[in-house]
């Protein structure tokens, strides 16, 4: 069974960084960061396969960087720049589709998630 496991979580001022990581126990050609605010619908973050290709929505593509170690089974999230609207439950997934989007039909895999709150 696929497990995934987040942390990093936390406070931080606007303007400041966040660093979260997920790690699985297997290896998934993809992995991704999505959040959910209280009464919203989940979104998609970030993603990347196994080959380093990563792929941001635009609303944090020019803020925040996804990476994968070698083995590819851990996915980390480097949030500069963070954001009070940044402010969600972070949520890693994993599905095994050869193409790797931020889209929430895509995983099956899910992490219990990591909350991030930014103050102004």
């Known amino acids: 069974q696929v497990q995934l496991a987040e942390s990093g979580g936390g406070s931080v001022q606007a303007g400041g960084s966040l660093r979260l990581t997920c790690t699985a126990n297997?290896?998934?050609?993809?992995m991704g960061w999505f959040r959910q605010i209280p009464g919203k619908e989940r979104e998609g973050v970030a993603c990347m396969d196994v080959l380093g290709r990563p792929s941001l929505v635009d609303s944090v593509k020019d803020r925040f960087t996804i990476s994968r170690d070698v083995a590819g089974k851990t996915l980390t999230l480097l949030m500069n720049n963070a954001k009070p609207e940044d402010s969600a439950m972070y949520y890693c997934?994993?599905?095994?589709?050869?193409?790797?989007?931020?889209?929430?039909?895509?995983?099956?895999?899910w992490g219990r998630g990591t909350q991030v709150t930014v103050s102004s």
């Open positions: 997934a994993a599905n095994s589709r050869g193409t790797c989007r931020p889209e929430i039909s895509d995983y099956v895999h």
């Open positions: 297997y290896q998934l050609p993809c």
